[in-house]
T-cell receptor, first 115, second 114 residues
Framework: DTGVSQNPRHKITKRGQNVTFRCDPISEHNRLYWYRQTLGQGPEFLTYFQNEAQLEKSRLLSDRFSAERPKGSFSTLEIQRTEQGDSAMYLC?????????????FGNGTRLTVT | AQSVTQLGSHVSVSEGALVLLRCNYSSSVPPYLFWYVQYPNQGLQLLLKYTTGATLVKGINGFEAEFKKSETSFHLTKPSAHMSDAAEYFCAVTNSGNTGKLIFGQGTTLQVKP
């Protein structure tokens, strides 16, 4: 169990550019979640996958955001035409889903700064 | 719908003093509750969880929490604060469906003074 890995740790980009983040979940975890956290707030749910299927997307996930999890392993989150309001910490979590009591295991996040 | 309210965005205690971080929840189904800790520039680490059974739950680093259905509360305590406990703490509730997603409170920053 090497934990959830996220890359890059930090990303600075100019407004209007596209960015992509990667998440490698704990091996064999069937569920993967993306959250967004702004300063002084708790994480907010964005989307989740069960294996390769994206099962739910939050209304926070505008059409500029897209997430994939090909082959049910790693996942990518892409933001197109970034805006300053996208500046946040993007957290990935995974779980071995067996029921509602299954805890989420979080990575260290990718901090995005849009200038 | 599920929600969590953490009372007090900042809590300051002296080293060795009791830590009490408050969490109240709202849930349309029997709640599954979690406490996570976040150190600066890091992700969230699970401290403890309540699902069913014993209402007093023990977690890592000497923390524990008590589920009180009548008060819809799940407060986090530690008898004696250590400097290394300084961090942000989040209470969360599982949503009612089978998504497994967590709904988080806004967090409480714990400061420990020497």
């Amino acid at each position: 169990d090497t934990g959830v890995s996220q890359n890059p740790r930090h990303k600075i980009t100019k407004r209007g550019q596209n960015v992509t983040f990667r998440c490698d979940p704990i091996s064999e975890h069937n569920r993967l979640y993306w959250y967004r956290q702004t300063l002084g707030q708790g994480p907010e749910f964005l989307t989740y996958f069960q294996n390769e299927a994206q099962l739910e997307k939050s209304r926070l996930l505008s059409d500029r955001f897209s997430a994939e999890r090909p082959k049910g392993s790693f996942s990518t989150l892409e933001i197109q035409r970034t805006e300053q309001g996208d500046s946040a910490m993007y957290l990935c979590a995974s779980s071995s889903w067996t029921g509602r009591d299954s805890p989420l295991h979080f990575g260290n996040g990718t901090r995005l700064t849009v200038t | 719908a599920q929600s969590v309210t953490q009372l007090g965005s900042h809590v300051s205690v002296s080293e060795g003093a009791l830590v009490l971080l408050r969490c109240n929840y709202s849930s349309s189904v029997p709640p599954y509750l979690f406490w996570y800790v976040q150190y600066p520039n890091q992700g969230l680490q699970l401290l403890l969880k309540y699902t069913t059974g014993a209402t007093l739950v023990k977690g890592i680093n000497g923390f524990e929490a008590e589920f009180k259905k009548s008060e819809t509360s799940f407060h986090l305590t530690k008898p004696s604060a250590h400097m290394s406990d300084a961090a942000e703490y989040f209470c969360a509730v599982t949503n009612s469906g089978n998504t497994g997603k967590l709904i988080f409170g806004q967090g409480t920053t714990l400061q420990v003074k020497p």
